[in-house]
């Protein structure tokens, strides 16, 4: 799974091999500790224009689909299994026409040592944006009016698949990684093939796994609180 993320640029500095077209005003500041509901900066392709216009739009963590009745789904939604996504009603639709790259700079995850749990930060070795494929959706808030600009919640998961060599060895599920050369094809709204354009997502994924460092961080990650660089850095003993 992936519960925490870092985001340490913005902007093209993240995003500037994916093309992106359109960059929206809102974006949120750099955060080395993401946690669920948190806003964060995705990428995805507009079908309201042909072509598609690639946005980099702020986004909610946490998929809330269109019949819900508050956001408060999301909150469980932050994670979809991709091998499992064509069965799933409230993924299903999003899988079709609305796909999304989320970019990052590393991510935590937890390793079972006996009692404890130990945090690792996994990260490309060269410092290049990591990209995880993701689904959004959006949401119109019924409470309020249709002029109210907030009415509307963009929202966001990201993929998992089971993970493989060295990540498999820290946990059994990995975000479904993408090399930024496939992401036209899953960005693509119009896109026919959706069941093989997943299919060779997740087969494509651990090329990009077997590039990855990890090391040790500090437990202070655990608190949603702490957000600064230091929780990068590599801890010892």
Known sequence: MCGRFVVANVGSELVGVLRVDVESDDLPAPSYNIAPTDPVAIVLDSAKTDPPTRRLATARWGLVPSWAKDTKIGARAFNARAEELEDKPMFRGALEKRRAVVPASGYYEWKQVGDAKVPHYIHPADDTPLFFAGLYEWWKNPAL??????????????????????????????????????????????????????????????????????????KAVGNVRNDSPELIEPVTG
């Open 145 to 218: 009016p249709d002029d109210d600009p907030a009415r509307w919640t963009l929202s966001f998961t990201i993929l998992t698949r089971d993970s493989i060599g060295r990540l498999g060895s820290i946990h059994d599920r990995m975000p479904l990684f993408m090399d930024p050369d496939f992401a036209d094809a899953w960005l693509d709204p119009s896109t026919d093939n959706v069941g093989d354009v997943l299919d060779a997502a997740i087969d494509a994924a651990p090329d990009v796994a077997e590039t990855l460092d990890n090391h040790v961080v500090s």
